[in-house]
């Protein structure tokens, strides 16, 4: 019997085996090229389209320089403020919470509504489709600058702000989630006699469920990040106050409570890690 050629003796034997690996094919490379070229040209374009002064940059990097050292050290100023920024903060928390929490109850029937697997229906996924993405469209401070011109300045216009915010981002989340859940335990109950709404309920919402509360708890950590910003259209919490200290140029204060935002996010994003990782079954690292 003859042997075979050892056709990975060498690179010989290998470009032999796999030629398409080792060919040079200029028409990929002259795309990729186009591309870096194009892309270039659009921010050159950019650039000289916006007016962008670079000639301030270096001074603005050293007025940078004189604000921190403006900061230095932190202080609050008293305990009377000290303890008003923690109101402050706990407001905040607050506002995220509910804000949150509000957008994932009110985005879980639509989202039912939007997914394919559940709601067959063209119509009616078509409009769950566009209203959550309508929703979507509009940014969390722009939200925020409708409630307050709505409902006035506090926390009620910052929990109805993160509440719009959310209900898209939850609903399109929610839906895409639905629909890459296994379908074989929803065939399952179906098959034993239950009808397709015991099909939601017991074979596909326990899959879904985990990943739901995961995602609502990354969004609770983000969301107290969006709520120190719509703070400063005057929807409440700690951004509200920031904002007053900026303006003042009141720059060691401002140090301050950017510390204990840092801090506190820094919490909350260490409890809810472990939060999710409990609730899809992994150990955090």
């Known amino acids: 019997m003859s042997e075979r050629p050892n056709l990975f003796a060498g690179r010989a034997g290998v470009e032999q085996r796999y030629p398409e690996q080792f060919g040079s094919d200029w028409q990929r490379r002259g795309l990729a090229i186009a591309t870096l070229a194009a892309m270039t040209g659009v921010f050159i374009f950019g650039v000289f389209q916006l007016e962008i002064p670079f000639s301030r940059l270096i001074p603005g990097t050293m007025q940078l320089g004189d604000f921190v050292r403006l900061m230095l050290p932190p202080d609050p100023g008293s305990w009377s403020l000290t303890l008003t920024y923690l109101h402050a903060m706990?407001?905040?928390?607050?506002?995220?919470?509910?804000?949150?929490?509000?957008?994932?109850?009110?985005?879980?029937?639509?989202?039912?509504?939007?997914?394919?697997?559940?709601?067959?229906?063209?119509?009616?996924?078509?409009?769950?489709?566009?209203?959550?993405?309508?929703?979507?469209?509009?940014?969390?401070?722009?939200?925020?600058?409708?409630?307050?011109?709505?409902?006035?300045?506090?926390?009620?216009?910052?929990?109805?702000?993160?509440?719009?915010?959310?209900?898209?981002?939850?609903?399109?989340?929610?839906?895409?989630?639905?629909?890459?859940?296994?379908?074989?335990?929803?065939?399952?109950?179906?098959?034993?006699?239950?009808?397709?709404?015991?099909?939601?309920?017991?074979?596909?919402?326990?899959?879904?469920?985990?990943?739901?509360?995961?995602?609502?708890?990354?969004?609770?950590?983000?969301?107290?990040?969006?709520?120190?910003?719509?703070?400063?259209?005057?929807a409440g919490g700690i951004g509200q106050q920031l904002s007053e200290q900026i303006r003042t140029l009141e720059w060691q204060r401002v140090a301050f409570i950017i510390i204990m935002i840092l801090i506190t996010v820094a919490i909350i994003d260490w409890v809810s890690s472990r939060l999710r990782f409990a609730i899809i079954g992994k150990t955090a690292r």
């Open 90 to 234: 706990a407001e905040t928390l607050s506002i995220s919470f509910l804000g949150t929490l509000g957008g994932a109850v009110l985005a879980f029937p639509v989202a039912l509504l939007a997914a394919r697997n559940v709601v067959a229906n063209r119509i009616i996924h078509f409009l769950s489709r566009r209203s959550l993405d309508t929703v979507r469209g509009v940014d969390t401070l722009i939200w925020a600058l409708i409630w307050v011109s709505v409902v006035g300045l506090g926390p009620f216009a910052g929990i109805l702000a993160l509440m719009c915010s959310d209900f898209g981002s939850f609903g399109k989340l929610f839906s895409e989630a639905i629909e890459t859940a296994d379908k074989r335990p929803v065939e399952g109950v179906i098959s034993t006699g239950g009808h397709h709404v015991h099909g939601v309920r017991f074979g596909l919402l326990p899959q879904v469920i985990p990943v739901l509360a995961s995602q609502i708890l990354y969004y609770f950590e983000s969301n107290t990040r969006s709520a120190t910003i719509i703070g400063i259209v005057g």
